[in-house]
């Protein structure tokens, strides 16, 4: 089993719809969690993190972690084309210098 | 500009023969990572730097070298390349006190014939 599951997609949505993305994980020590985008042929870039539990707004993104669940989200309110990317789930413990990732999933936004 | 350089950006090569790729950071962290990203795998750490001589295993690090005399700069060696290391190569870095921000370069695609 995978210390961290993401779904890999595709997901397509509508320009404007609510996007849910989600990452599961085995390790109770993990402290950090990390959303990053991917856009093709590019590095990944920070998108937003967050430190044990609860909510972090910005902007047309939310991140949400349940460690009780060992799940987290990522929302994307009103989505736009150029949200289509892969986006990555990363986690980390305190302390730690390992940086482990889900898999990604592929977002697709049509206009 | 703040930057992960990396070259060269794509290289193809035979198995066994020797090859560098190059990583460099201008924002004087102390902090570098090796990574690799594969369909359905996701990016997977093969080796990491604490700081200048300091370096340590990461999940992935079997045919793989690394070494950091300088903090600014963090290569990745393959000794002696086989097919199953074809792969996208992603250096990043980050400062000591950020545990989450990690500045990742554009990559390196790499093809083991």
């Known amino acids: 089993q995978k210390e961290v599951e993401q779904d890999p997609g595709p997901l397509s949505v509508p320009e404007g719809a609510i996007v849910s993305l989600n990452c599961t994980y085995s390790?109770?020590?993990?402290?950090?969690f990390m959303w990053y985008r991917q856009y093709s042929r590019k590095g990944p870039e920070l998108l937003m993190y967050?430190?044990?539990?609860g909510n972090k707004e910005d902007g047309r993104f939310t991140a949400q972690v349940d460690k009780s669940s060992k799940y987290i989200s990522l929302f994307i309110r009103d989505s736009q084309p150029s949200d289509s990317a892969t986006y990555l789930c990363?986690?980390?413990?305190?302390?730690?210098?390992?940086?482990?990732f889900g898999a990604g999933t592929r977002l697709f936004v049509k206009a | 500009e703040a930057q992960v350089t990396q070259n060269p950006r794509y290289l193809i090569t035979v198995t066994g023969k020797k090859l560098t790729v190059t990583c460099s950071q201008n924002?004087?962290?102390?902090?570098m990572s090796w990574y690799r990203q594969d369909p359905g795998l996701g990016l997977r750490q093969i080796y990491y730097?604490?700081?200048?001589?300091?370096?340590d295993k990461g999940d992935v690090p079997e045919g793989y070298k690394v070494s950091r005399k300088e903090k600014r700069n963090f290569p990745l060696i393959l000794e002696s390349p086989s097919p199953n290391q074809t792969s996208l190569y992603f250096c990043?870095?980050?400062?000591?006190?950020?545990?989450?921000?990690?500045?990742f370069g554009p990559g390196t695609r790499l093809l083991v014939l």
């Open positions: 990043a870095s980050r400062s000591g006190t950020s545990k989450e921000t990690q500045y």
């Open positions: 390790n109770s020590a993990f402290q950090y």
């Open positions: 967050t430190y044990s539990s």
């Open positions: 990363a986690m980390s413990e305190t302390g730690g210098f390992k940086t482990i």
């Open positions: 924002m004087n962290h102390e902090y």
């Open positions: 730097s604490m700081n200048v001589e300091v370096t």
